[in-house]
């Protein structure tokens, strides 16, 4: 999740070594940022970790703590450059620069990794988790866990124990999960930073010989977390009320297969790390050794046998049942609105984000490497269990760097002739000859460029309707409409009371420096004098149609077949009814942002809160 603004260390645009500018700030840890930059010279989007503003600050006073700092980061890059295997984050670079803070030089360093766009593994799992639903299991277990004891396996071979597994430290390149985050990393090559008895790691994933001596632990360590980590696919997040440092086990598993997957998790877990798997191989044996053998559930045998015994009238009435409970679901899916919500409005080629009931995640990353933030709006309920209606939108508008991006993955279909980009005939860009500040796109040598990579980070404008429709459409996502608008904005509301208070007069001065991702469109570029900007800059979903306004939809829809609505401040804010464009035409005040329909499904079990 992005850091607040007023944090940041840098600002979008800054260049790290002469050949990192930094994008956007995707992370934030106790020690580090993350930041998404764009390698200048291999033209390759990265992910650089940058010691964090307030672990700076809380050194200043400790040179011995400084330089073990900077010990401990070295120590990741070491640790993460000896192992090469395809689920585990790869390492680029490591280097060192200087950061003037209050007259005072400070050397810093950094760690040049894979950038990886997607979500985590906590993402592929159900908050309320999968239950005894053994398809599921099976599926999940194949695809994403069986791959993360792959590397785990390759880690510790190396000698490295990772000590702080968890789902949010596995980060997923589409369905390839990738293991990350070595901060904590123990390898018995290397000799201990220091021998102050600090206790790290997170704590609901911790073993309990990790509290007593964090240095001393072993693969055991790991084991431990994997085991929580697997206890979660079948019973949901563990609370912040667990008691931690225990032995996890099933709520009363009823099949033979959750039976015998409950005596994995209680091995996996316990609290004497002799009695645990001694090493990932033992583990995945013993998954594998479940996961081959068909274990019926022994309810459906006692079914089958009955009704080879019944007598027709049972069979007639067992029909009659099943016919009844058939019709009861057909209207339960279908005919009760709160089944779904945003299904029937999405096109069926277009991308939805399926949740059980209450446990849609507060922000993801999509495909483009945008992050989107949760909306949500009118309450709703599927069985009782309160809903709301929700979509993610692009926490800011896409920006010069992302459009880019997508030209060239389809620039085998496109067109330049001057200075427009074209598709199917359409014109998606208006590139213009690079004189004015926000035409910064150009083709050269087969591929599209920037003209000045600070300007990367900033929204890109003059983009047409259907350019912007075909971005959205390419990575399986649309764009807003002007009812979504108008919730993102009500939702803005409900987060930061005093949102629509906190402006400033017309002719105000340039949004302040956290809002790096915004275009300065003054008078003299759009003909028309700036809108009320607020102050804020910590805003949940930046620069709402501030200054650059945005395309949008009408109910899903264009309006008309030429015009198109733009969103812009003074209709989010009020009543008015947006102002429409001419959809072939591009604008240097109008960019766009996109959303993904959230699709409410029933869920499979009840809230944790109502379970033993």
Request: aromatic share 8%.
């Amino acid at each position: 999740m992005n850091g607040s603004t007023k944090t940041r260390l840098f600002s979008t645009g800054t260049i790290i070594d002469g050949k990192w500018i930094l994008m956007e700030c995707i992370g934030k840890g106790a020690m580090g940022e993350v930041y998404r930059a764009h390698q200048l010279n291999l033209k390759r989007d990265v992910a650089i970790k940058i010691v964090s503003r307030e672990f700076l600050e809380s050194l200043q006073d400790d040179p011995a703590e400084v330089e073990r700092a900077s010990q401990r980061l070295q120590r990741e890059v070491e640790t993460m450059a000896q192992v090469r295997h395809p689920n585990v984050l790869q390492i680029f670079d490591f280097g060192e620069f200087t950061v003037t803070q209050d007259n005072t030089v400070h050397p810093m360093q950094y760690i040049v990794m894979e950038y990886v766009p997607g979500n985590t593994l906590r993402f592929t799992m159900s908050e309320e988790g999968f239950g005894e639903d053994e398809g599921l299991f099976r599926d999940w277990i194949h695809r994403y866990f069986f791959p993360v004891l792959d590397a785990m396996e390759s880690v510790h071979e190396k000698g490295i124990i990772h000590r702080d597994m968890k789902p949010e430290n596995v980060l997923m390149d589409q369905e390839t999960p990738k293991i990350a985050d070595f901060g904590l990393a123990r390898s018995i090559r290397m000799r201990a930073i220091s021998d102050s008895w600090d206790v790290k790691g997170t704590i609901h994933y911790m073993a309990p010989e990790q509290f007593v001596d964090f240095r001393k632990v072993g693969p055991a360590a790991d084991i431990y977390a994997l085991g929580k980590i697997l206890f979660e696919v079948v019973e949901g997040k563990i609370p912040p009320t667990t008691v931690p440092l225990k032995s996890s086990a099933l709520t009363d598993p009823k099949r033979p297969f959750f039976q015998k997957v409950d005596a994995i998790i209680q091995k996996a877990t316990a609290e004497n790390p002799a009695e645990r798997f001694q090493d990932i191989a033992e583990l995945r044996a013993a998954l594998l050794d479940v996961m081959k053998h068909d274990t019926p559930d022994p309810g459906k045998e006692k079914a089958t046998t009955l009704s080879s015994r019944s007598r027709p009238w049972m069979m007639f009435t067992a029909a009659a049942a099943v016919l009844a409970v058939t019709a009861m679901a057909l209207w339960h899916w279908m005919g009760n609105p709160a089944a779904f919500f945003t299904a029937r409005k999405a096109p069926p080629t277009e991308k939805t984000i399926s949740v059980t009931a209450g446990s849609p995640a507060p922000e993801i990353r999509a495909k483009d490497g945008m992050a989107m933030v949760l909306i949500k709006g009118k309450e709703a309920s599927i069985d009782d269990v309160p809903l709301q209606e929700a979509f993610y939108m692009d926490r800011e508008k896409v920006s010069l760097h992302h459009f880019a991006e997508f030209l060239n993955q389809v620039k085998d279909t496109l067109t330049v002739e001057k200075g427009r980009v074209l598709q199917d005939g359409k014109i998606l860009l208006y590139m213009g000859t690079g004189t004015e500040p926000h035409e910064q796109i150009y083709f050269e040598h087969g591929r599209f460029h920037l003209r000045d990579p600070a300007f990367a980070g900033r929204p890109v404008v003059r983009v047409t309707y259907a350019g912007a429709l075909a971005y959205a459409a390419y990575y399986g996502k649309r764009l807003p409409t002007t009812a979504q608008w108008r919730q993102a904005v009500a939702w803005l509301h409900s987060q930061v009371p005093d949102f629509s208070a906190a402006s400033e007069t017309q002719g105000a001065s340039p949004m302040p420096a956290g809002h790096m991702h915004m275009m300065d469109v003054s008078s003299k570029d759009t003909g028309t004098s700036a809108a009320p900007v607020p102050s804020r800059t910590d805003l949940p979903l930046e620069d709402p149609g501030i200054r650059i306004k945005e395309w949008a939809m009408e109910g899903g829809a264009p309006a008309t077949p030429d015009l198109v609505p733009v969103i812009s401040w003074e209709t989010l804010i009020s009543d008015e009814t947006p102002k429409s464009r001419y959809r072939s035409e591009g604008f240097p005040d109008v960019g766009f942002r996109t959303v993904i329909p959230v699709v409410f499904t029933k869920a499979r079990r009840p809230p944790a809160g109502m379970r033993d």
